[in-house]
């Protein structure tokens, strides 16, 4: 559910200076005169402070005149803003000349967060070491386009940047930016730049907010999850592919794990849930196409969408971790990437796979074979003695011929120790489909127009009244079939009936409740209005609970925001 408000944006306004000396000036820089202005060797202006900083041909008359207001649809078709994956500019710091100085700008909420990272490296003049904040010429253009905060994402360099940015914008008045410096893997940072995205999109004066990192990819890309969880209602695994594609490529690291477990961890503030009235306009959707090469692709994925994982493919257990020259592990039934083997095993019946052991290049070869296939066939057991047949897995060690990671690193070589699962055979999917629907038909055979010969208790899904993602308000598709129901409880008067709601899993869960709500007292007054004695009737929301499709599939989550009618009384 995309949880977001209206708005349009403001620019802020300073009041009228002349150049008579006066200056907007923060505390740092009130009594310094227009005499004391001094040029940067970036090319910024600064006022005696170099940390509140004006544009080299700021103009102060045109302090007078208000900015045009912004709305998300402005940035949206300004930017030519297609999906999450969409390069504003590219890798090289090209691609749209008033955003120069940024680097793999994309969106994030259009007209309200953006991410990327500062062009030092590929900057065409005064090229600096990439592990730096944004250039000045970056600076002064988000200002220009009416940016009202950037934030830096790492906690080095950021001695000499502009806490502060002031400049006319590319369409008349001026605006100010802020410039902060924030750590991603910080969980109180994370909450301040949510609270900042947050203001957002929820103060017309504010314009967006840029999070960038050095290449904008895996700091941008960890935040960009954390913010379109909050207010996207994107899964976790959706986030952690989101994340993955993001990377352009840079994410075989094993290190990268560790990232990908916090994004799956993060669980929405309440505090920062938003009226949700713009849904997916605001939400950029994820590309038509994905490339599967880039994703990480883990047990947990074969367990929860095993028709998504061709045959062939090969997924690292990194949760099953032997100790060093071990071939057992304590408490298996408590690690979670065994669970999920063992749940994809037991739920898809026709799928072999291939148990693989692997070690690092220590040791002698002939060692690393046998302690790899003793490791392969630890887990081979252990699942034989979980109840899965013998005939649908085979294990077999490889010894440290097929690193995945670099033996360079003492991080490389630990996570070379590893055990692999390949999918070797599986019952073969309809791949135009996210997931098999077969096993929901059955809620359709009940009709509305056989009601009065269902047993009290019974519910009967209203299956063309279909809610938008955040939304309760009817519409004319929904008519019909509430046409139908008016006419059966008119023919039937003796019939009571409860109107439940439901929601999908996307949002947070008291969120859910409340819009549960809505939905079910939208039919009842829908009823209500065209003459049902209200006595017959009831309405309650039951949120995110009893969902009748799986939540990770988009079908899924179009089947779960439903009304049931439930029969009370005949």
């Not at 009416?146 to 590319?170: I, M």
């Not at 045959?311 to 979670?336: A, Q, Y």
């Not at 009831?538 to 439903?562: L, T």
Request: charge should be positive; charged fraction near 25%; include cysteine.
């Amino acid at each position: 559910m995309k949880a977001l408000i209206t708005f349009s944006y403001f620019f802020f306004l300073w009041p009228v200076f002349a150049f008579s000396g006066q200056n907007p000036g923060d505390p740092d820089t009130n009594k310094i005169g227009v005499d004391s202005i001094q040029y940067r060797m970036d090319s910024l202006i600064h006022l005696g402070n170099p940390r509140y900083t004006y544009s080299q041909n700021f103009v102060w008359a045109d302090s007078s005149e208000a900015s045009i207001l912004r709305t998300p649809e402005y940035y949206k078709d300004r930017y030519k803003e297609k999906d999450l994956m969409y390069k504003v500019v590219d890798n090289w710091g090209k691609g749209f000349d008033s955003l120069y100085g940024t680097r793999n700008l994309r969106p994030i909420l259009h007209g309200i967060a953006y991410r990327g990272g500062a062009n030092n490296y590929f900057h065409e003049t005064k090229k600096r070491r990439n592990s730096n904040p944004l250039p000045a010429d970056g600076i002064d253009n988000l200002c220009s386009e009416g940016f009202s905060h950037s934030v830096y994402l790492y906690r080095t360099n950021f001695d000499n940047a502009p806490v502060s940015h002031s400049c006319n914008c590319e369409n008349g008045g001026i605006n100010k930016m802020k410039y902060s410096q924030f750590d991603y893997y910080d969980t109180q940072h994370v909450y301040d730049m949510l609270e900042i995205v947050h203001k957002s999109a929820l103060n017309d004066s504010v314009g967006p907010v840029y999070l960038h990192c050095w290449n904008g990819w895996h700091a941008s890309g960890f935040i960009s999850a954390i913010i379109l969880k909050q207010f996207c209602g994107m899964s976790d695994l959706e986030a952690t592919a989101y994340w993955d594609l993001g990377t352009d490529g840079a994410n075989t690291s094993p290190r990268y794990n560790k990232i990908r477990e916090d994004i799956k961890n993060f669980k929405p503030y309440p505090e920062f849930i938003l009226i949700d009235s713009l849904g997916n306009k605001v939400c950029p959707p994820m590309p038509d196409i994905i490339d599967s090469s880039m994703l990480h692709i883990t047990v947990e994925h074969l367990a929860i969408v095993p028709e998504a994982i061709p045959v062939g493919t090969i997924m690292i257990m990194n949760k099953v971790k032997f100790g060093p020259n071990k071939t057992t592990l304590s408490s298996p039934g408590n690690n979670p990437d065994l669970k999920y083997l063992l749940e994809a095993l037991e739920k898809s019946p026709s799928l072999k796979v291939e148990i693989a052991g692997h070690t690092d290049r220590s040791g002698k070869a002939a060692t690393n074979k046998v302690l790899s296939t003793k490791r392969a066939q630890w887990v081979f057991n252990y699942l034989v003695k979980k109840g899965i047949p013998a005939e649908r897995m085979v294990f077999k060690g490889y010894g440290h011929f097929k690193p995945a990671y670099t033996n360079k690193t003492k991080e490389g070589r630990s996570a070379n120790r590893r055990i692999e699962v390949k999918v070797l055979s599986k019952k073969h999917s309809d791949l135009t489909k996210l997931a098999n629907e077969d096993s929901f038909e059955e809620a359709k055979e009940l009709s509305i127009s056989k009601i009065s010969t269902y047993d009290v208790g019974t519910s009967i899904i209203l299956d063309k009244v279909i809610f938008e993602p955040g939304l309760s308000e009817l519409t004319e598709p929904n008519y019909a079939q509430l046409n139908e129901l008016v006419k059966v409880l008119t023919k039937h008067a003796s019939i009571a009936i409860e109107l439940g709601g439901f929601t999908d899993k996307s949002g947070i869960p008291e969120k859910n409740l409340l819009l549960s709500e809505e939905r079910a007292k939208a039919v009842w007054n829908y009823l209500t209005e065209r003459g049902i004695d209200s006595a017959r009737l009831s309405h309650h929301g039951y949120g995110d609970a009893k969902p009748i499709a799986p939540n990770k599939y988009r079908w899924g989550r179009d089947k779960n925001r439903r009304i049931e009618v439930k029969l009370i009384a005949l």
